[in-house]
């Protein structure tokens, strides 16, 4: 997120202004206020509203009465408000709010430990492998993370075990002692103390506290949750599911039933999911051989599918594109679609240079059956994990049914892969990794923008070149020559690539239509 101030989100008939006044402050008090008061839903994840009188804290759109303004304080995250000696509210239960959009929007340090965090690099690596992976020493990375957010890494990594220790308890039948270590506790006391710290209930309080019998239910498949994902209003899932289903790659995805389905490549074992839209949430359905993966699976699920957007802001600064409005007017909320695994998506970008969307399925299908880890599907026709970087970068280059420049540009991608001199991820630097793609055989502009939109999660990311948005363009009246375009996306910053999503959405093609 740039400094300074960002306009286009109402709350009520003012307009939502964000200022950092200060370090760790995201909001001035005076919005913050206001947002509270107007129990808007829209801030939830932004910032969390601390109660003294109470010592409880909440979601901005909390439904109960609003406490005094002189009785509140703002904090950055639910982790500052643990800290602080503030319990979750049980109305609001702001621990299952959105997450922030402030973290997929920037690519700097605390954007992306937060991305890391949220992938469950603390709870397997310590917070010395989370500034590893940073390139930062330990100390600043707590540093930072404490001036922005109010909280460093250990604590913001509890915040999310409690988190999940919570869904776990009020969704399943486990065993608290198997809750404990699948949430990522280190020990059963460990895990009490902070549910009892946090929600002010001891865990079998918590379970208790479930309407009927739910959590005491048996899931209908071993290692399966039903669990519900939440978002920001609006939501338009035509281009988001419709993209997903018609590039599915056999074998690894498929939409069956109402829902995207596809296989996961997880750190402990390997899961298959199912996500649908709802009016007001995305059902989620999660089959893990290792309910260690809960948490990360539930963070590249959101990811995919873009959930932590600001729709409002997003589609406020577009709108001022007097050619755009209309098309954001029609069918607001639009996300990008985005990837459960980085390295996985740029192999497939590769696999579509130049060819129609059957072909590129189709390639991709025959890696699958032949180098991608075989695993069981009782509830539909997923068959594969998409193959690793490391077995395709075994594969034999004269069996792939490709041009040879395109071969060359394949076989380039999956060895630098491998062998970690080009790493995609969550923690990605955008800009580092755009350079060390574009020094790659056979990566143009539009192959790297591709894989910075969907797979490292660039909203800025844009696509002058491509034909579809220039047709597009043309047919609107926008400049269609890709420098004349770029001109004109100025104004779309820093969500160009929405602009995309809604420019690729004027077409007839299957990847802009929900499935039937």
């Not at 109402?10 to 008090?29: A, L, M, N, S, V």
Request: charged share 20%; proline share 9%.
């Amino acid at each position: 997120m740039q400094t300074g101030t960002r306009t286009g989100t109402q709350t009520g008939t003012q307009t939502r202004t964000r200022t950092r006044t200060q370090p760790g402050t995201h909001f001035d008090r005076e919005h913050c206020v206001r947002a509270v008061q107007s129990k808007d839903a829209r801030f939830d994840g932004w910032f969390f509203t601390a109660v003294l009188t109470t010592r409880i804290y909440c979601r901005p759109s909390c439904p109960v009465v609003p406490p005094k303004p002189e009785n509140m304080t703002f904090y950055p995250s639910a982790a500052a408000c643990q800290q602080a000696g503030f319990r979750a509210c049980k109305r609001c239960r702001p621990d299952t709010s959105p997450g922030s959009p402030e973290w997929n929007l920037r690519a700097d340090l605390v954007a992306r430990a937060m991305r890391l965090i949220a992938d469950g690099v603390v709870d397997r690596e310590g917070v010395p492998g989370l500034a590893t992976r940073l390139g930062y020493s330990t100390r600043q990375v707590e540093r930072q993370l404490l001036a922005e957010l109010g909280a460093g890494p250990l604590a913001l990594a509890r915040a999310q075990r409690a988190q999940t220790a919570r869904l776990l308890i009020e969704t399943t039948p486990l065993p608290m002692a198997e809750i404990a270590f699948a949430a990522g506790f280190s020990s059963i006391r460990t895990f009490n103390d902070t549910v009892r710290e946090v929600f002010a209930l001891s865990p079998s309080e918590l379970r208790a506290r479930v309407p009927g019998s739910r959590a005491a239910a048996a899931p209908g498949t071993p290692g399966t949750l039903a669990l519900r994902l939440p978002f920001r209003a609006p939501l338009n899932p035509d281009n988001l599911f419709g993209h997903l289903a018609a590039t599915a790659v056999p074998g690894v995805e498929e939409w069956r039933d109402g829902a995207y389905r596809r296989t996961l490549r997880l750190p402990y074992g390997h899961g298959i999911v199912a996500l649908g839209p709802r009016p007001d949430h995305i059902a989620c359905r999660l089959t893990l051989s290792d309910l260690r993966d809960l948490t990360v699976a539930i963070s590249r699920c959101r990811r995919l599918l873009d959930l932590d957007a600001d729709p409002v802001a997003v589609d406020g600064r577009l709108r001022t594109d007097p050619l755009l409005a209309p098309l954001v007017d029609r069918a607001p909320g639009r996300r990008v679609p985005r990837t459960v695994d980085e390295a996985e998506f740029a192999v497939r970008a590769v696999l579509g240079q130049q060819v129609s969307t059957a072909a590129a399925r189709t390639h991709a299908g025959r890696l699958v059956s032949a180098h991608g880890k075989p695993l069981d599907d009782p509830e539909g026709g997923l068959t594969h994990l998409f193959p690793s970087a490391e077995a395709l970068a075994a594969v034999d280059p004269e069996t792939l049914a490709m041009p040879r420049t395109r071969r060359t540009t394949f076989t380039t991608l999956v060895r630098r892969l491998a062998d970690g001199t080009l790493s995609l991820g969550v923690d990605s630097d955008w800009a580092e990794a755009r350079a060390r793609l574009l020094a790659l055989p056979g990566f143009g502009p539009w192959t790297v923008d591709v894989i910075a939109m969907r797979a490292l999660g660039d909203p800025d990311a844009f696509l002058p070149t491509d034909l579809g948005i220039r047709r597009a363009a043309g047919e609107l009246g926008l400049p269609s020559t890709p420098a004349a375009l770029t001109a004109r996306a100025e104004a779309w910053r820093p969500w160009r690539a929405y602009a995309v999503q809604y420019l690729w959405a004027t077409d007839s093609h299957p990847i802009n239509f929900l499935p039937v």
